[in-house]
T-cell receptor, first 115, second 109 residues
Framework: IAGITQAPTSQILAAGRRMTLRCTQD?????MYWYRQDLGLGLRLIHY???????GKGEVPDGYSVSRANTDDFPLTLASAVPSQTSVYFC??????????????FGAGSRLTVL | GQNIDQPTEMTATEGAIVQINCTYQ??????LFWYQQHAGEAPTFLSY??LDGLEEKGRFSSFLSRSKGYSYLLLKELQMKDSASYLC??????????WGAGTKLIIKP
């Protein structure tokens, strides 16, 4: 792998079910992010992590949780999915320091449909 | 509030030049990014401006005026593969990225 791997690519989920979107990077980037992208709206930050062991809330964190046990993995969990969480979810990472600190590399996205 | 404005959609002809504008109102400014996103794919980095002026990278150039809260992305010698959405994003005073909704560029033969 060179970059970010997200899984699953797409998923249809019944409302009320728990779902975890997986994200793994192999670039040793410090910072990782979860965004959702909805038609007509800009990318909206859900949660972020500046370094392993730390996480923070973004613009739209409600209904989502994250963990950052190590540098490479940053899973996003929907505890009890609702239809408004139907979206395309992108995981991203950045070096977090030095030249290009804020340049994001994105995963291919996970398309989630909640019925 | 913070706001990034871009046109929703633009159409241009293969071989021509197109300019995509972005205006912003944010709490502080620490740089502006342009990303390209093909339909159904992830955004990919195009350019980064932190100082006023023009940054040129092959067929693509990006301009910034911090006093006017304005940037544009200039695409020359348009190719069909340039059909994509172009996302403008600003780094605010908290070093958070604020994203515009993107401009869908349609290239016609």
């Amino acid at each position: 792998i060179a970059g970010i791997t997200q899984a699953p690519t797409s998923q249809i989920l019944a409302a009320g079910r728990r779902m975890t979107l997986r994200c793994t990077q192999d670039m040793r980037h410090n910072a990782m992010y979860w965004y959702r992208q909805d038609l007509g709206l800009g990318l909206r930050l859900i949660h972020y992590s500046n370094t392993a062991g730390t996480t923070g809330k973004g613009e739209v964190p409600d209904g989502y949780s994250v963990s950052r046990a190590n540098t490479d993995d940053f899973p996003l969990t929907l505890a009890s999915a609702v239809p408004s969480q139907t979206s395309v979810y992108f995981c991203a990472s950045s070096p977090g320091q030095g030249f290009g600190a804020n340049v994001l590399t994105f995963g291919a996205g996970s398309r989630l449909t909640v019925l | 509030g913070q706001n990034i404005d871009q046109p929703t959609e633009m159409t241009a002809t293969e071989g021509a030049i197109v300019q995509i504008n972005c205006t912003y109102q944010t709490s502080g400014f620490n740089g502006l990014f342009w990303y390209q996103q093909h339909a159904g794919e992830a955004p990919t980095f195009l350019s980064y401006n932190v100082l006023d002026g023009l940054e040129e990278k092959g067929r693509f150039s990006s301009f910034l005026s911090r006093s006017k809260g304005y940037s544009y992305l200039l695409l020359k010698e348009l190719q069909m593969k340039d059909s994509a959405s172009y996302l403008c994003a600003v780094v605010d005073s908290n070093y958070q990225l604020i994203w515009g909704a993107g401009t869908k560029l349609i290239i016609k033969p």
